[in-house]
């Protein structure tokens, strides 16, 4: 309340220009930004963009993963990607509540969603086609979510910065599990081997594009970093993922599958070869090998969980309705 109390006061004593410097020393002073703090209204868009994309992505990204619990080779493989697709759709509804308190509605972000205007991540429009490629994801996928999440839990906005800390921590599972699978095939038979290096060569590039187009050609860093929703640049990010990857697929026995990958012994970083950004722009832009399917599937379970949102809209009603009779 007395925060409230003196935000109202802030608003009709200052200026915007003097409001938004303030609202800059803020967050230069890494004080954290929380839902009734006066913000420019850019910012509070930049964030309503970036988290419901996010959440979006979390909630479509359960899609490929789910497909194959009914098809786990074992009950504890079962357990583990039953209990990490349940994670990633408690991650969605985290965020969906972080972008709530800037002032929009969670109907209307999966409106946005269901209705093709809203961008999720390109990665998820991407077929899952053999076991391996559960392997692949949890290591890769995960792993490089990980990469640009841990930044975001020092993320100016305070609700986002918290949502975020607790992703992690799970995200950190995620990618264990997947790289245990990725292990275990590795050291199989060869055709279990074979069938790693497959879902390898399939997921890396994708995964490569996961940080966002290079940093010439991102059109929202400069901002973001300047009010440090964003702590690094997209190519920053990817070039900590390739470093960090490729010793990993070294210990496996697999081959990342870029004939120009090498080691820059100055530099002390993995160069890595072109990226085909046509593919990204496509994929993004809806063309993708599963974009209308992934799309599809999830306004039919929307459909389909109608009945369940009115369900506990009824009961709600009713107990409110119960309550106000008790106290009359
Ligand atoms: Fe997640
Ligand atoms: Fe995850």
Request: hydrophobic share 40%.
């Amino acid at each position: 309340m007395y925060t409230q109390g003196l935000n109202s006061i802030d608003k009709i004593a200052a200026p915007d220009g003097e409001q938004a410097e303030r609202f800059q020393a803020r967050i230069d002073a890494d004080d954290r930004i929380e839902p009734n703090d006066w913000m420019p209204e850019q910012y509070r868009r930049t964030l309503v963009r970036q988290i419901s994309q996010h959440a979006h992505s979390e909630i479509v990204g359960m899609l490929p993963e789910g497909n194959w619990i009914t098809r786990a080779p074992s009950l504890r493989r079962k357990a583990a990607l039953l209990a990490k697709v349940q994670d990633e759709g408690g991650h969605g509804l985290y965020l969906y509540a972080a972008a709530e308190t800037l002032g929009v509605s969670r109907e209307e972000l999966i409106d946005q969603l269901l209705s093709g205007r809203a961008k999720y991540s390109s990665i998820f429009n991407y077929p899952t086609l053999t076991w391996a490629d559960i392997g692949a994801i949890g290591w890769l996928v995960d792993g490089a979510a990980i990469m640009n999440q841990i930044p975001l839990c020092r993320c100016s906005y305070g609700p986002y910065a918290r949502a975020m800390i607790r992703v992690c921590k799970e995200e950190s599972f995620h990618q264990r599990q997947g790289y245990e699978i990725m292990l275990t095939l590795s050291r199989g038979t060869p055709e279990q081997k074979e069938m790693a290096q497959d879902a390898l060569n399939r997921w890396w590039w994708p995964c490569l594009m996961m940080f966002g187009p290079p940093d010439g050609e991102s059109q929202h860093s400069d901002t973001s970093m300047r009010w440090k929703i964003k702590r690094f640049s997209n190519d920053g990010l990817r070039q900590k993922f390739v470093d960090a990857t490729v010793p990993q697929a070294h210990f496996l026995g697999l081959t990342i599958p870029d004939p120009t990958l090498h080691f820059d012994e100055a530099g002390g970083h993995w160069v890595y070869g072109e990226i085909d950004w046509d593919e990204f722009r496509r994929v993004l832009a809806g063309d993708g090998p599963c974009n209308r399917e992934r799309l599809a599937v999830r306004r039919k379970a929307h459909e389909d969980g109608a009945w369940v949102r009115e369900a506990a809209l009824a009961y709600a009603a009713k107990r409110s309705a119960a309550t106000r009779q008790k106290a009359a």
